[in-house]
């Protein structure tokens, strides 16, 4: 795979994640205008154990069909409905489980938004496999255009909801909205489509390596997300809204920007596994590219963390600041 081609990809990758989450940041700015700081404090709380949900779902054997040096249909079908059965056992779970979790926060509004935005596990379940294809494929084009409509008529959606009274469910369905926007149009615009077909040779096949995967993206989004749920638990929904508030804005920079060339070079790795110097001179290069991207737009938050806030978010978010400076030096370390 020629270096033309990795440019190419790590592009239109970057295009895709910082024009979907630019629609996204606006909307976000946006509804955060208009609704209280206790509406993201709920949706923060049940969103952990969705979080929980997805990587179990799509940790690990998305990645195992990219870095499957010949993966074809058979592999992505036999994962796709691998993934779907641990979903909807998950839905179950978490079905089952809301009151208990409504009961623990003293909040009954959790119960039902619990259940409601648990649905999409089963199509997180499908997307990840469909942008293991996309990946596999280094079609970020296409990505960046779904991904980038999804945003705005989710959005859109969010927005409406928010200006009619409706609260949290304003963010719930914007939450939803997202991902089955996606899944649906990655039906009709990319060549995989889910076939009933189901081999245990490529599930063995890839568990090895899969396995390993899950097992550290489980640990990671626990690690990420246990604080939100001992913050909701200790204190109230609105200091809750607070710390996630101030923590997403260097979350989304570090993690658009890594995740843009992770997304293209893991592929690259995939396909020359064989050639150490190839792989480890495309590691030195995505080092560079995403340092020369990232440590100025950090240092940048910190410095003008509370004219930001004020400016984009208004007064009643001002709280928020002392953690999106702390939290922006935690980032960059990452």
């Known amino acids: 795979m020629n270096n033309k081609k990795v440019f190419s990809g790590i592009g239109w990758s970057f295009a895709e994640r910082i024009s979907a989450q630019l629609v996204s940041l606006i ?20 969103n952990v154990f969705v979080a929980i949900g997805d990587a179990l779902v799509a940790g690990g054997f998305g990645i195992a069909l990219v870095q499957k040096k010949n993966s074809d249909d058979t592999d992505f079908n036999s994962i ?3 993934s ?33 935005l648990g649905i ?17 494929k280094l079609l970020f084009m296409k990505s960046c255009i779904i991904g980038t409509f999804g945003a705005i008529v989710s959005g859109v959606i969010g927005i409406v909801l928010a200006l009619t009274g409706a609260g949290v469910w304003a963010l719930v369905a914007q939450n939803m909205m997202s991902v089955i926007i996606s899944t649906a149009m990655l039906c009709f ?83 020359q596994q064989d050639d150490l110097n190839k792989n480890t001179d495309f590691m030195r290069l995505s080092i560079r590219v995403s340092s020369f991207i990232l440590l100025p737009l950090i240092f940048g938050m910190v410095g003008i963390a509370d ?14 600041v002392p953690y999106l400076r702390i939290l922006s030096l935690v980032y960059v370390t990452r």
């Open 189 to 271: 615009f990319i060549e995989w489509k889910p076939r009933l077909q189901c081999s245990m040779s490529s599930i063995k096949e890839m568990w090895g390596y899969g396995s390993r995967v899950f097992l550290a993206t489980t640990v990671d989004t626990l690690k990420d997300n246990i604080r939100t749920l001992v913050v909701g638990k200790v204190f109230s929904s609105a200091d809750l809204a607070y710390y996630n508030q101030g923590k997403r804005f260097p979350q989304l920079l570090v993690n658009d920007i890594v995740n843009s060339v992770g997304k293209v070079l893991l592929p690259v790795f995939s396909e």
């Open 27 to 46: 909307v976000s700015i946006i509804l955060a205008r208009i609704l209280a700081p206790e509406d993201y404090g709920i949706l923060a709380i049940v």
């Open 120 to 136: 999409r596990l089963v199509f997180s379940a499908v997307n990840s496999i469909q942008q293991a294809y996309i990946q596999k």
């Open 80 to 82: 796709c409905w691998v």
């Open 84 to 116: 779907v059965f641990v979903s909807v056992l998950l839905y179950a779970v978490l079905f089952i489980c809301a009151p208990l979790i409504s009961d623990f926060y003293a909040n009954n509004d959790l119960t039902l938004i619990t259940r409601v």
């Open 307 to 320: 004219n930001f806030i004020l400016l984009f978010l208004t007064e009643k978010w001002m709280p928020c």
